[in-house]
Each structure stands twice: as C-alpha cells, then as structure tokens.
C-alpha cells in the first residue's frame, strides 16, 4: 500500500487534516491527523488506510468484538471510498515498546510489571470477553503512553471459539 496525495485530498473532504505518517505496514499506513468537526475544537485522530476491503472488514468485525478495554486502542469510526478503507482509531501520544526500548534500554522489573499486568489484562479481555487472538503480539504493536500500555493493530486479529487454542505445527 502506497499513501498518495489522492488519499490526503480524499481525508480533507472527510474533514480530516493530515498532519504526518505513523507508520507503514504491509496492508496500509496509519496517519496522523484532525478531525474538524463544526462546532467543536478540532480532534486529534490516528487514520488506519488500507486498499484491502478484506482486510479492512475483518479488523471492523474485531473491534466490535473487542469494545472497550483501557489497554486496547479504541476505533472511533470506519469509512469507505472508492478503493480506499479507513478505520479511525483514538491516537495516542507515546512511543512504542520497541522504541522505547531502544531508547531507553531494558525496563527494571518495577517498571516493566505495570505494562506486563496491563498487556496481561488487555489479552485477558480479548481472549475471554471478546473472544479474539491478536496473533501478532510483539514490541512495535504495543504502546507507552506515559503509565498506560496499549495493544496496537488488531488487523491480523481472529475471532475464535471459547476455549480454542491456535496452535501452528
């Protein structure tokens, strides 16, 4: 997925303002941007665009599975255009584990038990309550946002059965 001018001028006619890239991945790019509404302040928002309608529909059915949990990014809301899909999510001030890592080296325990217990609770309500597998659970898909931990990118998420395992090999 390549981002565009196209797909800029297509989220200032949604009333959106791009402010910059957040990041690329291999089914879309998650931007940074405002949301104008008319009457009120502007909100800061983080776009996930895709051109995979597939894809696109298989994160939107996570998300309503998934609801709200403090540890799991929300989903504001969904449009489509032509060819283009995008999923608004709450955008978050902080830096992911991986670079906070390589920022900052390894976390002390006391440190690092919050995030755990934050991560372990948000998978919880995945697993048990929504009944998701993330399935791509790693240090660039988690965030830290000053004492709040939250898990990332959901588009590789699978709704399973209770009590069922994945299990490759």
């Not at 989220?11 to 303002?17: D, G, N, Q």
């Not at 009457?39 to 998934?66: C, G, H, I, M, Y």
Request: charged share 15%; glycine share 8%; net charge neutral.
């Amino acid at each position: 997925f390549n981002l565009t001018v196209q797909h800029i001028h297509l989220l200032e006619r949604r009333s959106y303002r791009f402010l910059n890239v957040l990041g690329h991945g291999e089914y879309g790019s998650v931007v940074h941007a405002e949301k104008q509404a008319r009457s009120l302040l502007p909100t800061q928002v983080a776009l996930k665009l895709t051109d995979n309608f597939e894809t696109f529909l298989s994160e939107l059915r996570v998300f309503n599975l998934l609801g709200s949990h403090p540890s799991i990014v929300a989903q504001r809301g969904s449009f489509s255009d032509r060819n283009i899909h995008v999923i608004e999510l709450e955008y978050l001030s902080g830096q992911t584990l991986l670079d906070f890592l390589l920022t900052n080296g390894r976390l002390q325990a006391y440190l690092a038990r919050p995030y755990f217990a934050q991560l372990v609770s948000g998978m919880l309500h995945s697993h048990t309550v929504a009944g998701v597998a993330h399935r791509d659970i790693k240090a660039e898909n988690l965030m830290i946002c000053g004492q709040q931990l939250f898990i990332l990118d959901w588009g590789m998420g699978l709704q399973i059965a209770p009590n069922e395992y994945l299990f490759k090999g």
